[in-house]
């Protein structure tokens, strides 16, 4: 096995690439459009609304009577986790000691976690921007739901 080989398939090194990406994630892409975690890479999902939204049904009935049945009036949605990667190269890295090998590893994983953290934020504030649009063709008044024109528009995208 060789020698970045063997530094990388540390559980200390992994550990702290964790806690960097973990540090890295940016407030204002959380709240516009929070991480989800899937199954798969490619899924489906279901799209409620005020007019089919889930509610909790009724469940008492008569003795011999019919139970409520479990309905769910909704449309499906796609979604597609495309890829991502960053490269962070190290020069040298045949002539540096251990530990100099692992900080150089460790700085990587910080960088990597940040500029990722940035592309994110950067693609959900320009998706975001871009539903809200010049705000002209909308209607602003006290029952505005500004929040809801943007997950509209996002939720239309492909």
Request: glycine share 6%; with cysteine.
């Amino acid at each position: 096995m060789n020698r970045l080989a063997s530094v990388s398939s540390k559980p200390t090194l992994k550990e702290f690439a964790q806690g960097a990406a973990q540090d890295a994630l940016q407030p204002i892409a959380n709240f516009i459009a929070p991480t989800v975690p899937v199954p798969t890479l490619n899924g489906r999902f279901k799209i409620y609304t005020e007019k089919n939204r889930f509610r909790i049904p009724r469940t008492l009935r008569a003795m011999g009577g019919r139970a409520t049945e479990l309905r769910f009036e909704v449309t499906d949605g796609a979604y597609n986790c495309e890829p991502h990667a960053l490269d962070y190269p190290i020069d040298n890295l045949e002539r540096l000691e251990q530990d100099a090998l692992e900080d150089a590893l460790k700085e990587g994983a910080v960088a990597i976690a940040e500029v990722a953290a940035l592309a994110h934020e950067k693609k959900v504030i320009d998706l975001a921007l871009e539903a809200a649009g010049a705000g002209t063709d909308k209607t602003w008044n006290d029952s505005a739901d500004p929040i809801a024109d943007v997950d509209d528009a996002i939720l239309e995208r492909p």
